[in-house]
T-cell receptor, first 114, second 114 residues
Framework: DGGITQSPKYLFRKEGQNVTLSCEQN?????MYWYRQDPGQGLRLIYY???????QKGDIAEGYSVSREKKESFPLTVTSAQKNPTAFYLC?????????????FGQGTRLTVV | DAKTTQPTSMDCAEGRAANLPCNHS???????VYWYRQIHSQGPQYIIH???NNETNEMASLIITEDRKSSTLILPHATLRDTAVYYC???????????????FGKGTHLIIQP
């Protein structure tokens, strides 16, 4: 079945370590996105990419990095520069162009930094 | 993109219709109304979207007022599995396409009572 997959579901890291969250989609979508969600809050955009080898900062990009070497994959690295990395991370994908379309979300990765 | 206002929480009895309101008084002519929902600890799920006509799909109906300043999402026969946070989002057709134009507020926490 087509879909968007995030792994792992739960991730624990020690403070000061970089960690990479995986996001893969087989929907042939051009655009991919990373959001962060804190308890009781809405989603905040970290980075997005509308084409391979190109990506843009969202509202809260500091302390994060991404790459888009393949259309299907958009990994997110949480670096040690991120002051408060413990959160629920959501990846999404969608078509782009001059038509409105729905976004498909993965099931999320819950990152806990201790 | 226009801002939306939703009640913080609502209750509905199982089997009854759940009507979730959303105000978007500053919506412009080319902005669509989208609804997503998020079940606890999962990724958001697309429900429905519309421009000015009422829309219906297998999940819900969307009623948009004639002046487009408000809308109502209707779940016709709510079940316990419909308990979730429901997000009403206004997005322009050309705001980058897809999820980068999706601004998630805190939504409405709908609780279906047995």
């Amino acid at each position: 079945d087509g879909g968007i997959t995030q792994s792992p579901k739960y991730l624990f890291r020690k403070e000061g370590q970089n960690v990479t969250l995986s996001c893969e989609q087989n929907l042939n979508h051009d655009a991919m996105y990373w959001y962060r969600q804190d308890p009781g809050q809405g989603l905040r955009l970290i980075y997005y990419s509308q084409i391979v080898n190109d990506f843009q900062k969202g509202d809260i990009a500091e302390g994060y990095s991404v790459s888009r070497e393949k259309k299907e994959s958009f990994p997110l690295t949480v670096t040690s520069a991120q002051k408060n990395p413990t959160a629920f991370y959501l990846c999404a994908s969608s078509m782009v162009g001059d038509r409105n379309t729905e976004a498909f979300f993965g099931q999320g990765t819950r990152l806990t930094v201790v | 993109d226009a801002k939306t206002t939703q009640p913080t929480s609502m209750d509905c009895a199982e089997g009854r219709a759940a009507n979730l309101p959303c105000n978007h008084s500053t919506i412009s002519g080319n902005e669509y109304v989208y609804w997503y929902r998020q079940i606890h600890s999962q990724g958001p799920q697309y429900i429905i979207h519309g421009l000015k006509n009422n829309e219906t799909n297998e999940m819900a109906s969307l009623i948009i007022t004639e002046d487009r300043k408000s809308s109502t999402l209707i779940l016709p026969h709510a079940t316990l599995r419909d308990t979730a946070v429901y997000y009403c989002i206004v997005k322009g057709l050309y705001s980058g396409g897809g999820a980068d134009g999706l601004t998630f507020g805190k939504g409405t926490h709908l609780i279906i009572q047995p």
